[in-house]
T-cell receptor, first 113, second 115 residues
Framework: AQSVTQLGSHVSVSEGALVLLRCNYSSSVPPYLFWYVQYPNQGLQLLLKYTTGATLVKGINGFEAEFKKSETSFHLTKPSAHMSDAAEYFCAVTLSGNTPLVFGKGTRLSVIA | GAVVSQHPSRVICKSGTSVKIECRSLDFQATTMFWYRQFPKQSLMLMATSNEGSKATYEQGVEKDKFLINHASLTLSTLTVTSAHPEDSSFYIC???????????FGPGTRLTVL
């Protein structure tokens, strides 16, 4: 069975500061990994994904994540936080592109002016 | 391309009534769709897998007689919440598999409130 652990249910950063959201996964096979963002009362927006190949993945809005197999991690980073980044972020894992996702519990990002 | 829609986006109903939620793949065919549920301030949990032309597969703890899933065409899956109760109030999100890209795409979600 696959699982995802997101460390920190709430992260608060100052505007312009580095954003780091942590995600560790458990999978018996090479995983597909995703980060989604959800704004209040809205659906999911895909930020980025890792399937195969390059382990450093760049996504939308300046976010990137690095797949580290040895650490079973897929942390999300952004060099400089914007106020508009305040939202809920979900890390997810799955076996392939056509299997259901297993989501972490989410991390709420607050950005302080 | 690869757009998934849901209808309605919001629904409020009285306890004991039934509500139907539609999930449509607008520009591709999807033999498989997934239904997820998100309770307030919680994560998304898979409810069931919807397969075109066959019975849905439900996750443990999800009542198949309460959450009826019909995947009658390659572009439409419906989730009917029968005899809804306040504890069924949740955000329901579907996703559809685009086989050609080996990727799934999410709908915008339906917020159900049962009074």
């Amino acid at each position: 069975a696959q699982s995802v652990t997101q460390l920190g249910s709430h992260v608060s950063v100052s505007e312009g500061a580095l954003v780091l959201l942590r995600c560790n996964y458990s999978s018996s096979v090479p995983p597909y990994l995703f980060w989604y963002v959800q704004y209040p009362n809205q659906g999911l927006q895909l930020l980025l994904k890792y399937t195969t190949g390059a382990t450093l993945v760049k996504g939308i809005n300046g976010f990137e994540a690095e797949f580290k197999k040895s650490e079973t991690s897929f942390h999300l980073t952004k060099p400089s936080a914007h106020m508009s980044d305040a939202a809920e972020y979900f890390c997810a894992v799955t076996l392939s592109g056509n299997t259901p996702l297993v989501f972490g519990k989410g991390t709420r990002l607050s950005v302080i002016a | 391309g690869a757009v998934v829609s849901q209808h309605p986006s919001r629904v409020i109903c009285k306890s004991g009534t039934s509500v139907k939620i539609e999930c449509r793949s607008l520009d591709f065919q999807a033999t498989t769709m997934f239904w997820y549920r998100q309770f307030p301030k919680q994560s998304l949990m898979l409810m069931a897998t919807s397969n075109e032309g066959s019975k849905a597969t439900y996750e443990q703890g999800v009542e198949k007689d309460k959450f009826l899933i019909n995947h009658a065409s390659l572009t439409l899956s419906t989730l009917t919440v029968t005899s809804a109760h306040p504890e069924d109030s949740s955000f329901y999100i579907c996703s559809a598999i685009l086989q050609a890209k080996n990727e799934q795409f999410f709908g915008p979600g339906t917020r159900l409130t049962v009074l």
